[in-house]
């Protein structure tokens, strides 16, 4: 039967309404418009048209007409776009194609100039309906994309729906249906989303038109009656007509002619109701069809010349397509030849004129036959040609082989170059990477060098120094001691002693280092309190620091545990402290402060003694620097102490630092880890 699908879904679904019961009285309008402000009047004057489009399109553009005097009274642009497209709609609905295409058009352009997106998608569809009408299926298009465009970009979703069912009806028409479902559903998935459940039933009845096309009726039936459903329950009259059009289209196809008729003649007396024009030119068509199947000849002309009657009174140029094609096959039926020919060229021309696909496929197949007598004609020249062009393809055959085989050689020339430079640069890499380990390698050399150097240095003359004071000292009093008196007995006792002290110490220090150096010392971590190991160490150097009357105080706050190595950390405070001592002037003091941030210990010890430059600072922790002087007393050191306290620090993952100003004083830091808690 008549695909009939436009005339049933674009006009529901641009201007599917709640119904209302709104009624027009001349009178009582005024009576309203009365206590309204202009602005107020257009904007209900075009509400009020809108709700007319469908109940009586008339009187719609009356409203509308009023509306768009108002506007370009106050030249309120964005209201004329409005009124404008109002008017147009309701021309649309009285069949006015023309008409409303220029009101359409005029409100496009308004709105493209004020800015107005939301109106200018809407036009855009208005627009698209129209070349489909029309059957300009390529300008249809491309409103209803511009639509979308439009839509998307301000997230008007329901305006985004209303374009992909536009476009689905472009793909309907053009007889791609498996693309026209596809966007029928994305329409429609928006409209659930939104709650829109009258626009539910045009989708429905798209989907089901579409889907008889290919044959699969039991969604076709299923998807009718579910619009039939939304329109009864909505009261949606032209819906009504609709539906059971297209349920009476099922049941042709499935050639229940009884059931067609019932359904066709109800949707008839509905149409004739709200005088829909359009909607009765299918009816007519769609009766002239059944009973045409039917053999009813005389009421088969009789409901298409009703159909031809009002489809040429309202222009519209898709349904005399089918029209004059239903006119010529009936009077070819009846071989009655010239009414039938005169039939098929009017159908052939307005089919051209919209050039539907089935009008190109029946000029396909007339060139077809027209080609068919003229090519046995060429066929012998081409026999000839085809001699000539098979030596002509061997020779270039043989040309392409003679190209092909040389560019293969330069491409794997290019090739073992291109390979030969690669393993060039990865030499080169490796080259510069070996070069830099090198460079690495000489450094910590020369540094290796420079500690050998001071080492040597140190037990060629801190170690030996001592052993000659040793040497004397004995010899002296091997030789002498019967001349001797008490006194210098002992003086020479003590410096032997001071001596053997300085040699054991400076011999400590040098095996501490040296197994350091080597990985010798293990350490090994146990919680425990530092601050009882400071006062450990200010007892143990209690006489030294008394000698010079210098005061020892811990401010380090008690039970302050850590965890490391207790004897290497012991090692450390006791080395910091004498050289506290070594370096305090007479009557001097020395502080211990401690500090505790993020899990980390930090422990200083201030004195306010000689201090020291930058550049010897710079000098205090390299062995090979050879860096060493003596304190306030003249006490020797061998440099080698403060080397140590910093590996044993930095073995325990701390820093070991130090800040001085000559003549006030220095302050040693070195940071241990502290436990998971200070237990208190």
């Known amino acids: 039967m008549l695909r009939h699908i436009k005339n049933y879904f674009i006009l529901l679904f641009l201007f599917a309404l709640t119904n209302t019961n709104a009624s027009w009285d001349n009178d009582t309008l005024s009576e309203h418009l009365k206590i309204m402000s202009a602005n107020e009047q257009i904007e209900y004057l075009v509400d009020l048209s809108k709700k007319y489009i469908r109940k009586d399109p008339a009187v719609g553009i009356t409203l509308g007409e009023k509306a768009l005097a108002l506007t370009r009274k106050l030249n309120d642009k964005n209201g004329e776009g409005k009124a404008l497209n109002v008017v147009g709609a309701n021309q649309w609905k009285l069949s006015n194609s023309e008409i409303a295409l220029d009101n359409i058009r005029q409100a496009l352009s308004i709105f493209e100039k004020t800015g107005n997106e939301r109106e200018q998608a809407l036009v855009c569809q208005e627009l698209g ?69 009258p626009k539910f039933s045009s989708l429905y009845n798209n989907l089901a038109v579409t889907y008889s096309e290919i044959k699969d009726y039991a969604n076709a039936k299923k ?48 149409n004739k109701e709200i005088n829909s ?71 052939k021309s307005y089919n051209d004129s919209i050039f539907t696909k089935s009008s190109s496929d029946k000029l396909a197949e007339m060139e077809t036959k027209y080609e068919t007598v003229k090519r046995v004609k060429e066929n012998e020249q081409l026999k000839v040609q085809n001699e000539l062009n098979e030596h002509r393809i061997k020779s270039q ?89 008490k006194e210098e007995i002992k003086e020479m006792v003590s410096g032997i002693n001071y001596s053997s002290k300085s040699v054991y110490g400076l011999t400590e220090n040098l095996l501490k280092w040296s197994r350091m150096q080597l990985g010798g010392i293990t350490c090994k971590p146990v919680i425990f309190d530092i601050s009882v190991k400071i006062n450990e160490a200010i007892i143990l150097f209690a006489s030294n620091a008394s000698g010079k009357h210098i005061e020892i105080v811990n401010n380090c706050r008690q039970k302050l545990f850590v965890c490391a190595d207790e004897d290497m950390v012991f090692s450390v405070i006791q080395n910091l402290l004498s050289n506290a001592i070594k370096f305090s002037h007479e009557e001097g003091k020395i502080l211990f402060n401690s500090n505790f941030r993020d899990g980390i210990v930090e422990i200083s010890i201030t004195d306010n003694g000689v201090g020291m430059n930058n550049l010897d600072l710079g000098k205090l922790f390299k062995v090979e620097e050879n860096y060493t002087t003596f304190g306030t007393n003249n006490e020797k050191g061998s440099g080698l102490g403060l080397s140590i306290c910093k590996d044993i620090i930095e073995l325990h993952k701390g820093t070991l630092g130090v800040t001085s100003l000559p003549g006030k004083g220095s302050t040693f830091s070195f940071t241990l880890p502290q436990t998971d808690q200070i237990i208190s």
């Open 129 to 197: 309906d129209d070349f489909i009408d029309k059957g300009t299926y390529d300008q249809a298009l491309v409103f209803f994309i511009k639509s979308i465009d439009i839509s998307k970009k301000d997230n008007y979703e329901d305006l985004t729906a209303e374009g992909n069912n536009g476009i689905g009806l472009v793909y309907y028409y053009t007889h791609q249906y498996e693309k026209a479902i596809e966007y029928y559903f994305e329409a429609l998935k928006l409209d659930k989303k939104l709650g829109a459940v």
């Open 223 to 270: 998807y009718y009656e579910m619009a039939y459903d939304i329109y009864v329950k909505t009261n949606n009259k032209s819906g009504m007509g609709i539906a059971l059009s297209n349920l009476g289209d099922l049941y042709y196809t499935l050639k229940d002619y009884d059931n067609c008729l019932k359904v066709n003649y109800q949707s008839l007396k509905i």
């Open 397 to 485: 055959l043989i040309l392409v082989i003679v190209l092909s085989t040389g560019f293969t050689l330069v491409l794997i020339l290019l090739l073992i170059i291109l390979s030969s430079r690669r393993k060039l640069k990865k030499k080169n890499i490796q080259i510069e990477e070996q070069t830099i380990e090198i460079n690495q390698k000489n450094k910590s050399l020369e540094i290796l060098n420079k500690t050998k150097d001071r080492l040597f240095s140190i037990i060629a003359h801190d170690l030996r120094n001592p052993f000659t004071s040793l040497l004397n000292l004995s010899e002296i009093l091997a030789e002498e001691i019967d001349e001797l008196n």
């Open 277 to 347: 024009k359009f909607s009765l030119v299918y009816n007519y068509i769609n009766l002239g069809q059944v009973y045409g199947a039917l053999k009813d000849n005389q009421k088969a002309f009789l409901n298409y010349r009703l159909a031809l009657q009002l489809a040429l009174e309202i222009n519209s140029h898709t349904q005399l397509v089918d029209i004059y094609s239903f006119l010529s096959g009936l009077s070819e039926s009846q071989k009655n030849y010239p009414d039938a020919l005169e039939y098929y060229k009017l159908y």
